[in-house]
DNA sequence: TGAAATCATGACGGGGCGTCATCCGCGCCT
DNA sequence: AGGCGCGGATGACGCCCCGTCATGATTTCA
């Protein structure tokens, strides 16, 4: 049996998790992030400090090093992950629309959830006037900007309409999205279906209004 | 000749400067903004530290913190100087507009044309990603939006327009205005007609199509 | 079981932060 | 003119955060 790739013995014979290094090195991964949301979350981005996100996890300080590099990749690990898993219901949403219309409702109707749900685990006691996740250009939130695009695209061409500056018109339709989903958290209650309608609606009739190219 | 006011012997007779004291204060702001706007064009609003303004000025540290309580408050300062500047441009706009159509296209044209004119002294070799003036909420900025908020009030009743959200709508038209902004400058050669163009048209497209609340 | 690989640890040098006791020179009075 | 008082410039200081690295503990694997 020399030959054989070797395994080490598991306290249970079909246990076939990950070694304990492995497990440990996601744990501690998670926790740095779990405090990070927290620690963010009440001192604020800026405010907040790599110790006070050592500190709550109970690791060395080394240990964090062995992670992240710095506050600033923290943050955008937790950034990117907001991103991941925002992907997916995008992509959703792209698939089964047939029109821009319909899909442009489906996105910002999805966007729009998608923060309100987040919103509890971000905005407790932030500080005003700060800049938060979307603002930061993560590769993942790069790849979600460019998946709108091609969606744009894609959905577009499918309705024959005629050519606009796709990037002017993405980065238009995103910052509007942006900002009424902002305003909507603000609002109370929070009108979801309101704002949608709102955002929908602007761009929808913009629109056919652009320049041709 | 007791009860008269007394003022320093200065070298010329008509010479009513103030006196010296109140001098070297506004050239010490002034050092200090001038070096800050070097500062954070060169590393960045994140990476620049209040030692290398200082540094910059060849000030004594604790000179600095006699007018700036730290980093932040120095950018909010600068960023409210733009704004400063900024707000007779738009009021004199606000003032020659008979309709929203002619309101927002000189506004937005204003806006763009002061973005061109100061891109220079601000994108100097700044690191990608960051988030710049525009972000913060100073209260000179708040009052730029304050103003354009009354704005549209203003002309969109001059035009018996329908009722909109207005704080969604101005919300919404400022996103499109910076995000297309940002976008032009970023544009080789910079083209300010066809951004603001872009801009405008998708405003007024989308204006008409908005729910009544 | 033992050697090697892996990684957590926390002390450390470097440096930025904001303060404060000190001192200087301008403004003011006689 | 001469001197005094005070606004404000100065820079050394103590504090804390930063990122590193030599060390040691634990896991992996033959």
């Known amino acids: 049996m020399s030959n054989i790739a070797y395994f080490p013995v598991r306290p249970s014979a079909e246990d076939n998790r990950p070694g304990k290094r492995e497990r440990t090195k996601v744990a501690n991964r998670q926790a740095i992030l779990d405090a990070a949301r927290a620690v963010f979350g009440e001192l604020g981005y800026e405010a ?11 690791l060395a300080s080394g240990t964090f090093y062995n992670y992240y ?4 990749e923290v943050f955008d690990a937790l ?22 219309e319909s899909f442009l409702r489906g996105a910002i109707r999805a966007y729009f959830d998608f923060l309100a749900a ?15 996740p979307h603002a930061r ?18 959905v577009l061409a499918h309705d024959h309409a005629p050519a606009v500056d796709l990037d002017y018109f ?5 910052a ?4 009424i989903g902002d305003k909507m958290l603000e609002r109370r209650p929070v009108d979801v279906d309101g704002a949608a309608d709102f955002a929908v609606r602007m761009i929808l009739g913009g629109l056919p209004a652009l320049p041709r190219p």
């Open 118 to 132: 987040e919103h509890e685990s971000w905005r407790i006691n932030r500080p005003a006037g700060e800049v938060f």
């Open 170 to 174: 993405t980065a238009a339709c995103i």
């Open 79 to 100: 950034a990117d992950d907001g991103a991941r898993r925002f992907r997916p219901i995008l992509r959703a949403e792209s698939d089964r629309a047939v029109d821009f």
């Open 69 to 72: 590099k710095s506050k600033e």
């Open 176 to 179: 509007v999205a942006r900002e």
């Open 48 to 58: 907040a400090t790599v110790r006070d996100i050592i500190r709550r996890t109970g």
């Open 137 to 154: 250009a993560t590769p993942e939130i790069v790849a979600v900007f460019d998946e709108v695009r091609a969606a744009f695209a894609k």
